[in-house]
């Protein structure tokens, strides 16, 4: 496991461990430690991962489990920015690796990557303030299926092997650390240069690359499902879904395609995924 020289030139280190519980909790206790950030923490094996709302992440090896501790890297309120920074990064990296690029390799809403329709990657993000008067630590989790695809989950799952078998985890995290970099750093240049529309460059760029786009979803939230057109997101990255009721903002959900064949799984049921 390694990092490109580029990468290295822009001030990211790396960790790299057979086993442990969580890269999330890894990078969490370098941040109360006194780490500077620019740290990425990755594990062959996982044995404590876990998703959204602290639902169990299956994690055998083979696949990438990798989390990136970045120390004061913007406002709070510009935080939640950052899933999309990753999701795109994570785009461009399996795009670059593998040859395949949209549509068939897409973005889903808030913190999934689609291959032909299936998930092969999800993304946690999680913001803490260390201590009282400490700095804003910002952990982003990321699992990618490379070798094997978890069964059983309500929202079908692949494995980019099927797609190139010769592909490794090592692969994988070298090109996403990184396609982030770069990404990460246009982010907070374009940020600096449109202060009246930071998230406007990345909005773009996510869009193009989504999944669903312009068609009929379906949001289950603790509330019940809603249904309605995906319209787009706002320039805080609310989902615009637009019904017979006007466009409603959606800060966080499960979003499915209700036209797909892949949208088998029933109201309710946990999905093992990372969140932004």
């Not at 978890?150 to 092997?161: M, N, V």
């Not at 994988?172 to 930071?198: E, G, I, K, Q, Y």
């Not at 909005?203 to 809603?226: F, I, N, S, Y």
């Amino acid at each position: 496991m390694h990092l490109s020289p580029e990468t290295e030139s822009a001030g990211y280190r790396l960790l790299s461990l057979e086993a442990t519980g969580s890269t999330n909790d890894d990078a969490l206790q370098a941040a109360k430690s006194g780490d500077p950030g620019q740290l990425w923490i990755v594990a062959a094996e996982q044995l404590a991962g876990r998703g959204r709302h602290g639902r169990q992440w299956s994690s055998p090896q083979g696949n990438l489990y990798a989390s990136l501790l970045l120390i004061d890297p913007c406002d709070m309120a510009l935080a939640p920015q950052l899933g999309f920074v990753i999701g795109l990064a994570v785009h461009e990296a399996i795009e670059a690796i593998t040859g395949v690029g949209a549509p068939r390799l897409s973005l889903k809403w808030p913190n999934d990557l689609l291959l032909d329709g299936a998930k092969v990657s999800g993304l946690i993000l999680e913001g803490h303030r260390i201590g009282p008067e400490g700095p804003l630590a910002i952990v982003i989790g990321c699992g990618v299926n490379v070798a094997f695809a978890p069964t059983g989950t309500p929202y079908p799952a692949i494995a980019l092997q099927v797609i190139k078998p010769d592909l490794t985890r090592e692969d994988v995290f070298c090109a996403l650390s990184s396609a982030f970099a770069r990404t990460f750093s246009a982010w907070r240049a374009a940020a600096h240069m449109n202060a009246s529309d930071p998230f406007g460059t990345i909005r773009r760029l996510w869009l193009e690359r989504a999944a669903g786009l312009g068609q009929e979803v379906a949001l289950r939230l603790p509330t019940g499902e809603k249904k309605g057109v995906f319209e787009g997101l706002d320039r805080f990255g609310r989902l615009q879904l637009k019904s017979r009721d006007g466009v409603e903002l959606i800060d966080a959900g499960d979003l499915y395609f209700p036209n797909s064949l892949h949208d088998i799984a029933k109201p309710g049921a946990g999905i093992k995924r990372f969140e932004q």
